[in-house]
């Protein structure tokens, strides 16, 4: 079985919708997979959810934890397979999950919003599929589940792009030269 993850508020925009209805597309395909979805309702409500896991049977296969933070959110981390982030969000920025997600080698499937396309790179460290295409997520998700030396490539890829280009020393360094230039230009 395959462990599916997404972190973040349960924001339509931020997906949610759109991987619920990628799970169905898994399951009519008798695909092997578990999804849990960690982070606080907002938009979504837990009735609406229940309903939604009630009408297509997937009360075994997709499970919604809350917000979660420290140890509880690093286990959930330290057991995914493939990290799940389809959002249209339109104010996604540079969303830190991401980052967070590498730190733990895990395979990305997301969009190209904001700047998910300065972390992510397609192919190489994760998948980038089109917003708004529940199957064209669920293909992406089921080509990583059937080929483990693909996913497991991406997650080593995106765990070195992230200690060369996104630890604390990174950002620190970046920060200080860009006070350095501001400083040399007044």
């Known amino acids: 079985m395959c462990n599916l993850l997404f972190i973040s508020n349960l924001i339509k925009d931020k997906g949610v919708v759109d991987l619920l209805d990628a799970c169905v597309v898994l399951q009519s395909k008798c695909i092997s997979f578990r999804c849990d979805f960690v982070g606080p309702n907002t938009d979504i409500s837990p009735f609406w959810i229940n309903q939604y896991l009630e009408h297509h049977s997937l009360q075994e296969l997709?499970?919604?934890?809350g917000a979660k933070s420290g140890d509880?959110?690093?286990w959930f981390l330290q057991n995914a397979d493939i990290f799940v982030f389809p959002t249209y969000y339109?104010?996604?920025?540079?969303?830190?999950?991401?980052?967070?997600?590498?730190?733990?080698s895990l395979p990305i499937v997301t969009t190209n919003e904001g700047?998910?396309?300065?972390i992510v790179s397609d192919g190489h460290?994760?998948?980038?599929v089109e917003k708004n295409n529940p199957l064209q997520l669920a293909n992406?998700?089921?080509?990583?589940?059937e080929d483990t030396e693909f996913r497991h490539s991406l997650g080593v890829a995106g765990y070195h792009k992230f200690?060369?280009?996104?630890?604390l020393d990174h950002f620190e360094l970046r920060f200080s030269n860009i006070i350095r230039d501001v400083i040399q230009s007044i």
């Open 62 to 65: 997709v499970f919604f934890h």
């Open 163 to 167: 200690i060369s280009s996104f630890t």
């Open 115 to 118: 700047g998910i396309a300065d």
């Open 140 to 145: 992406s998700l089921i080509s990583l589940i």
């Open 90 to 104: 339109k104010n996604e920025c540079f969303p830190l999950v991401l980052l967070e997600a590498m730190q733990y």
């Open 72 to 74: 509880e959110k690093n």
């Open 125 to 128: 460290t994760g998948i980038i």
